[in-house]
């Protein structure tokens, strides 16, 4: 899961020439950690993109090394290119949707969609879908490679999404996510029983120290993230149903924090091992039914916010789909 202020980075940030200077306290720092500092409104994988494309240069050489360890009283020229213009294309996919007006479009995304295009997913997206829908009054809206997209969740994760359809909504809903005025409930199904039955996750989270592809949590170098849980009920001997409120909105933040206190969510094949251990606890059905579960058992239930332009508070819940269903019948069955 990211937030609205990561996914409207790059439009924020002036493209043209740049400077940042090292300072004393900065010797022996990383390069891309120093631009990221410097360029508040890029995200550190964007710095380092950018660094090993040749638009970083000291001296009038140019640096390709993200690692660089800069020296007090370097000056780093950052040369940041326009946004590439590449605006996804409308895709004909069939969408779940929950509520639509002239401002925005709410989604039950299922569990297998993409939001928008990225390296390895160019197409078949939520973006595709919403553009194919709504036609000519989604293009640009918070960017063309993200129209209309406010937040996001993983792409095994369903549930509901809100997309804005012109620029007033799409400001006006991102202000309310980074005041953190949405309300956002997920029900994901757990392995064992979290103690204190509820409770909250406090943790930063940031990139894995060895695992890049993973979020962890951190000591040093996250983003501070807050998750409220409270446990529905026992699913049969080995896991439970749970509710989650996002407090923030960090890449990732429910599974990395159930997963941190011991309890990952069932199915998560990043943050979730399935061990003989816990198998072991579970009748042939359940036994089957987690093994044959592809996807994180989590369920973006619960969506609240107030309209972008009438005010009038707006709340949404859905079931939850028919896998997790599934999987929770199984795993009651002796």
Not at 105 to 113: L, S, T
Not at 191 to 201: A, M, N, R
Not at 272 to 280: I, N, Q, S
Request: charged letters at 20%; proline letters at 7%.
């Amino acid at each position: 899961m990211t937030t609205p202020q990561d996914s409207q980075q790059d439009s924020r940030q002036r493209s043209g020439p740049h400077e940042v200077t090292a300072g004393p306290a900065d010797a022996g720092q990383r390069l891309d950690r120093l631009l990221a500092a410097g360029l508040p409104d890029i995200s550190r994988s964007r710095v380092k993109a950018l660094v090993e494309a040749g638009h970083v240069t000291a001296g009038g050489a140019t640096i390709t090394d993200p690692s660089y360890r800069v020296k007090p009283g370097q000056t780093f020229a950052i040369l940041l290119p326009e946004p590439e213009a590449a605006a996804p294309a409308g895709q004909a996919i069939a969408l779940d949707i929950v509520y639509e007006d002239a401002d925005l479009i709410v989604v039950n995304k299922p569990a297998g969609m993409v939001v928008h295009p990225a390296p390895g997913n160019p197409d078949e997206t939520l973006v595709n879908a919403l553009i194919a829908h709504c036609g000519d009054s989604l293009s640009g809206v918070g960017g063309v490679r993200r129209p209309g997209i406010v937040h996001r969740l993983d792409k095994d994760t369903s549930g509901l999404i809100v997309a804005a359809k012109n620029d007033a909504a799409h400001r006006a809903l991102a202000e309310a996510f980074a005041a953190h005025a949405i309300e956002r409930g997920y029900k994901a199904v757990v392995w064992g029983t979290p103690s204190p039955p509820e409770g909250e996750i406090e943790g930063a989270i940031g990139r894995h120290p060895v695992n890049r592809k993973r979020m962890a949590v951190v000591r040093r170098g996250g983003k501070p993230a807050l998750t409220r849980y409270r446990v529905l009920r026992a699913v049969g001997p080995a896991a439970s149903l749970v509710e989650c409120r996002l407090a923030t909105g960090r890449t990732h933040q429910i599974r990395v924090h159930m997963a941190s206190i011991g309890h990952p969510v069932i199915g998560d094949q990043t943050y979730g091992r399935t061990t003989a251990a816990r198998l072991a606890r579970l009748s042939p059905a359940g036994r089957a039914a987690v093994e044959s579960m592809k996807r994180q058992a989590l369920h973006a239930y619960l969506l609240g916010f107030r309209h972008p332009r009438t005010g009038v508070p707006l709340r949404w819940e859905t079931e939850m789909p028919t896998d997790i269903h599934n999987l929770i019948a199984s795993l009651e069955r002796l």
